[in-house]
């Protein structure tokens, strides 16, 4: 079954810390995002891609960078983790040539930092 | 600012009522609409969403109205149930099949008590 898996599903990291959060999908995406999940901020676009070896920023990058090097697999790169960046983070991938439109997210990824 | 919001952060309404969940946007050029569905600890999921050729889709008891003029559109659901208790996120974005760049509200959390 397609799915979009995340890698780790909990991390506890140390502010100035880097992390590494990492997202794999076998629906054939081209597609590809990264959310961040806020108490009364809803879904806020980090980065995304459209194919791989390029990304673009979304909403709030800053703080942030990410690596797509293959269809399959989109990362999100905190290099020095503060402790603003403690929160649920989403990776999702979508076909643009759905008739829906649907995003499919992972599970989420939990970060904490200290 | 925030290009897609939600007016009421939470909602609680009667088993077999009907309720109104409402998202305003800003961006004339979005042209896909859409509602997702998360419970606690799981990723959104896909409830309903409506292209802007149209301004109404049904689905079951789930219809999204489509208000162009007036920048909004709404989720009606009839004959709540108990697993309807979820955190809704409308979400609009535009081109490429809609699902490019898709920009989500804070989240109404909806309680629908028996």
């Known amino acids: 079954e397609a799915a979009v898996t995340q890698s780790p599903r909990s991390k506890v990291a140390v502010t100035g810390g880097k992390v590494t959060l990492s997202c794999h999908q076998t629906?054939?995406?081209?597609?590809m995002y990264w959310y961040r999940q806020d108490t009364g901020h809803g879904l806020r676009l980090i980065h995304y891609?459209?194919?791989?070896?390029?990304?673009e920023k979304g909403d709030i990058p800053d703080g942030y960078k990410a690596s797509r090097p293959s269809q399959e697999n989109f990362s999100l790169i905190l290099e020095l983790a503060s402790l603003s960046q403690t929160a649920v983070y989403f990776c999702a991938s979508s076909d643009p040539g759905s008739n829906t439109g649907q995003l499919y997210f992972g599970e989420g990824s939990k970060l904490t930092v200290l | 600012g925030q290009q897609v919001k939600q007016s009421s952060p939470s909602l609680t309404v009667q088993e077999g009522g009907i309720l109104i969940l409402n998202c305003d946007y800003e961006?004339?050029?979005?042209?896909?609409f859409a509602w997702y569905k998360k419970y606690p600890d799981n990723s959104p999921t896909l409830l309903i969403s409506v292209r802007s050729n149209v301004d109404k889709r049904e689905d079951g008891r789930f219809t999204v109205f489509l208000n162009k003029s007036g920048k909004h559109f709404s989720l009606h659901i009839t004959a709540s149930q108990p697993e309807d208790t979820a955190v809704y996120l409308c979400a609009a974005g535009e081109g490429q099949g809609g699902s490019a760049k898709l920009i989500f509200g804070e989240g109404t959390k909806l309680t629908v008590s028996s």
């Open positions: 961006n004339d050029m979005f042209d896909y």
């Open positions: 891609s459209y194919v791989a070896d390029s990304t």
């Open positions: 629906n054939n995406h081209d597609y």
